[in-house]
């Protein structure tokens, strides 16, 4: 408010409305609307509620409409001497001014208020910005790590996926060599069943005939399932052939020699 405003502010602390109408003022220099100041000027002894001074002189409190007429202006200060008139001029002013300095000292104070709690807030975001990446920080960390242990259960799992392709490789080239003595073994069992009238027996899957001499024989079963057949090398040493089934222990040894 300035002094070219032409509105007062009620001057109780809860209300803060502007005076229109009628108003209530004090020889404290405070203004109060009309509703406040029936309520709180009714009681006796009458108390300003602004600066809690006592009001007990007839003037004291004063009801004053703050819109007079043109009449009343005309009349009000008529026949009164220059002096008394700008004594009465002089003293209405300081009553204004004095509001207007309450005024700027309310809204400073109002600021600074304002301020303080800007600042506080502002401090309160900072803890919390740097406690969010204090957080952050340690999740970027946690993933760093998380990524590192996938990317060598990663390479784990390819040297195992490499392993597992080499063993198969390993089991296919076992296995066909073993189809491929095995029919060998049947195809020289029925040659050999044929040349000297024999036919071969069938029992539990496994050829089973008569070993003439020169003819790999069946030796039997070992302990664990394998099947062991003896041949005659060229140069006349022996050699046992043991053959497991499929479902054995791929670490295990397909050939046994002695």
């Not at 052939?241 to 670490?251: K, L, N």
Request: aromatic content about 10%; overall charge positive.
């Amino acid at each position: 408010m300035s002094l070219c405003d032409d509105t007062l502010l009620c001057n109780f602390p809860k209300c803060r409305a502007k005076l229109c109408g009628f108003a209530w003022v004090t020889a404290c220099s405070h203004a109060f609307c009309d509703q406040h100041g029936s309520g709180e000027f009714s009681r006796s002894p009458a108390v300003c509620p602004a600066c809690s001074s006592a009001l007990s002189g007839k003037l004291d409190i004063v009801r004053t409409e703050l819109s007079p007429s043109e009449e009343y202006k005309a009349m009000v200060l008529a026949g009164l001497r220059p002096e008394t008139v700008l004594d009465i001029s002089s003293r209405a002013l300081a009553f204004w001014t004095y509001q207007v300095h309450q005024e700027r000292m309310y809204q400073e104070y109002s600021l600074s208020r304002v301020e303080g709690q800007v600042k506080q807030m502002e401090k309160v975001l900072t803890q919390q910005s740097q406690g969010r990446e204090l957080e952050l920080n340690a999740m970027r960390a946690e993933v760093s790590s998380l990524k590192k242990v996938m990317d060598e259960y990663k390479r784990k799992y390819s040297e195992v996926s490499e392993r597992l392709m080499e063993r198969n490789r390993q089991y296919q080239k076992l296995q066909g060599l073993y189809d491929s003595l095995r029919l060998r073994y049947m195809v020289v069992g029925e040659r050999e069943a044929q040349k000297h009238g024999s036919a071969p027996e069938f029992t539990g899957g496994v050829v089973r005939h008569a070993s003439p001499q020169g003819t790999p024989p069946f030796l039997g079963t070992g302990p664990e399932g394998d099947t062991f057949f003896s041949s005659l090398e060229p140069d006349g040493a022996k050699t046992f052939f043991q053959f497991s089934s499929p479902a054995r222990d791929r670490g295990r040894s397909f050939f046994k020699k002695h």
